[in-house]
């Protein structure tokens, strides 16, 4: 609630997950009834929404220049003209005003928990706006009003954190809670006292201002770290070292000098100065924020709400995960090695610059053509695709709105999902896929508006916008996607479906507003769909030839993939157990090592003092908790098995899963949601004992 949330979510690194092993062994021993069973019945209409959505997206100059001035954003007219977002966050606050009064007036009563919804959706709406605004508008005059207007918003919204009067109306409601409350009004009830306590409501006055300054300053401090140039030049760095990059980079995967492959990865992440204090005084005001509200640390603070629930469970994740890893790892750094020998015989140790260089190279010898691969997976093949999972599997159908008002740019599109049973709209998805200058280009979702269904007759639509930086389509050719990116996208999309099924009575409680370690269980299961061949043969065509994507082709493609998984692993578990370190107790004083001792407990390569964290943005929105998609990943493969190994088109298991696993949003507890379609008795403990380690590399 107050305690403010961002509802984006950026993708991991390294995307691309392989099916797990059982998944494997389950479609191997199917494969006979699967090659004869191959095409899914799909209601004409159906057929033909997904051939439309491919010439969409496939064929450029669809749709004339978006009028700007015709309406506001997203067809809003309130939110037209100039400095519209600054009036709009006027009247946002003077409604919050009124709120906050007759919340008062109702203390202890239980109409004290609805107008707490309203007062957080009234500031959500806004602030969720401003930051997308801020982060993909292409007027730099509107990406500043957006900035202004959240630090505005976000400065009240920390001073009703810390009003005393708010915090006392809503525990005396809780006490009062038993005799009347649902489930729903319990842990909005529970997660919006958890937000006081850790904003410090039971601190003197003169501890409570310090506590907004940090606060503010926090979010600053995250802004300028997200803004901040990825590479940078030092002031050190010398014409001949620039000259270097410059030859190198260009061509990283085929160079053969391994000085100077290492020097570019070395200057291609070393970032300006600036970026470096600007995160460590980041974390020194997350240290001082938990210290002042008496938590150990930063990371036992973000971790409270979470299916994790504390340090030692991520760390025990952590270190079964690492365990599982390395056996893997080692064998495919071996592979790596005796290669690297046969091609550099002096060569002492293995570096992280010389693993791009050669596990291209032993790629290579698969003879996977990635570029006739792109040839099936056009970007209006893949839209094609998730609008038949969309249609038969879950039952909605995805309309394009073209009189849409409101949008930025002409490669921008709005649908609306109408439920194919009723013919009720369920909610809008903004697709804005294409690169372009002075936006956001990393795959990302954004909650606009979140879906509420108070009672039969005060609801909410959602409004979502799904974002990433895709080339622009040809008129020669479409866009062609490399795997990693079709991927991707299926990972976004389900964080957006998450945001659209969800019902719930409380918008704190809708969709995407819920643990980080849960929030990433849809979108990366939706990622399954599209590492499944009786999937991927229904869309995946080649653009020129419409020949579907040979199954031969495709097993080839895993095998791929699949090669040197377990290295790739260790990187992403380095990274996350930086993000413990830097957020547990005792103070930073090197960022450079803490990586230096992650990489060495958890990774077979060393890390030849490369600075990752210059990139690693996810430090911001995902402080304490990056850790979550490795630990959704396992989560999902489990649901994977319950709903969809057996059959990835049926409808049943689309129903189920909508029902609940995405329908509940965070009105129940995400372990008995999990526990609900896999009949087990999963806890974050025997997540750890049951984790799935990928299919690694034979040698």
Not at 123 to 146: G, K, M, W
Not at 198 to 210: F, K, N
């Amino acid at each position: 609630f107050f305690f403010f949330f961002f509802s984006v979510f950026l993708a991991a690194p390294a995307m691309w997950r392989c099916l797990s092993r059982r998944a494997s062994q389950l479609y191997a021993g199917q494969r006979s009834a699967v090659c004869g069973v191959r095409q899914v019945s799909f209601q004409a209409d159906a057929a033909a929404r997904a051939q439309a959505m491919k010439r969409l997206f496939d064929t450029p100059t669809q749709q004339s220049e978006q009028p700007a001035a015709r309406s506001g954003f997203f067809g809003l007219e309130q939110l037209k003209g100039h400095a519209c977002l600054q009036d709009a966050a006027k009247v946002s606050r003077a409604k919050c005003d009124r709120l906050v009064q007759e919340t008062l007036q109702k203390r202890g009563q239980p109409e004290v928990i609805v107008l707490f919804d309203r007062l957080s959706d009234e500031l959500c709406r806004i602030i969720d706006l401003s930051e997308f605004l801020r982060q993909n508008h292409p007027n730099s005059q509107v990406r500043n009003d957006a900035e202004q207007t959240s630090a505005t918003l976000m400065a009240y919204m920390t001073e009703l954190n810390l009003h005393y009067g708010l915090y006392q109306a809503l525990a005396d409601t809780a006490k009062t809670l038993p005799a009347w409350a649902d489930l729903e009004d319990h842990r909005t009830t529970d997660s919006l006292l958890l937000d006081f306590r850790h904003s410090g409501i039971d601190l003197p006055h003169s501890a409570q201002q310090m506590v907004m300054e940090v606060q503010a300053r926090m979010y600053q401090l995250s802004v300028e770290f997200e803004n901040i140039s990825d590479v940078g030049r030092p002031e050190n760095l010398s014409d001949t070292e620039s000259q270097v990059v410059a030859t190198f980079l260009g061509s990283f995967l085929t160079c053969n000098d391994p000085d100077g492959r290492a020097k570019a990865l070395y200057i291609s992440n070393l970032g300006p100065k600036t970026r470096e204090n600007t995160l460590l005084e980041l974390l020194k005001c997350r240290s001082l924020l938990a210290s002042m509200v008496k938590q150990p640390s930063y990371l036992h603070m973000v971790l409270a709400s979470t299916m994790a629930r504390t340090p030692d469970t991520v760390a025990d994740f952590i270190s079964a995960y690492s365990a599982k890893l390395k056996p893997k790892a080692q064998k495919e750094l071996t592979v790596l090695r005796k290669l690297q020998l046969t091609k550099e015989p002096d060569s002492k140790y293995f570096r992280p610059s010389d693993y791009a260089y050669y596990s291209n190279m032993y790629k290579k010898n698969i003879a996977l053509d990635e570029i006739d691969v792109q040839d099936y997976f056009t970007l209006g093949s893949c839209m094609a695709g998730i609008s038949l999972l969309v249609d038969h599997v879950f039952g909605c159908r995805m309309e394009h709105d073209v009189h849409a008002e409101g949008l930025w740019d002409s490669d921008v599109y709005q649908f609306v999902l109408r439920d194919n049973a009723t013919n009720k709209e369920l909610g809008r998805i903004v697709l804005d896929l294409f690169r372009r200058g002075n936006k956001n280009n990393h795959p990302a979702h954004y909650n606009i508006r979140n879906g509420v269904q108070r009672s039969e007759s005060d609801s909410q639509l959602p409004l979502v916008v799904l974002c990433c930086g895709f080339l622009r389509p040809q008129r020669s050719s479409p866009t062609r996607l490399p795997l990693n990116d079709v991927s991707v996208l299926f990972h976004e999309t389900g964080h957006a479906l998450h945001s659209i099924f969800s019902r719930t009575k409380y918008q704190n409680l809708a969709g995407t507003r819920c643990a980080l370690d849960f929030v990433e269980l849809p979108s990366v299961l939706f990622q399954k769909f599209v590492e499944d061949y009786r999937v991927v043969s229904q869309f995946a065509k080649h653009y020129k030839t419409g020949e579907t994507l040979p199954e031969t082709l495709w097993h080839k493609l895993l095998q791929h993939n699949n090669l040197f998984q377990g290295l790739e692993q260790q990187n992403m578990l380095s990274l996350v157990a930086l993000d413990q370190r830097l957020h547990g107790p005792g103070e930073v004083t090197s960022i450079m090592d803490v990586l230096e001792q992650c990489f060495a407990e958890h990774s077979c390569i060393p890390l030849d003092n490369i600075p990752y964290y210059n990139r690693f943005t996810h430090l911001t929105g995902y402080a304490g908790r990056f850790y979550s998609y490795s630990f959704c990943d396992n989560l999902a493969n489990k649901v994977w098995q319950s709903l969809f190994a057996a059959d990835p088109w049926s409808k049943e298991a689309g129903e189920r899963y909508r029902t609940l696993v995405l329908q509940p949003g965070n009105a129940k507890d995400p372990w008995d949601i999990v526990r609900s379609v896999t009949n087990s008795t999963l806890c974050a403990a025997s997540i750890v004992d049951e984790m799935d380690v990928p299919e690694l590399l034979h040698v």
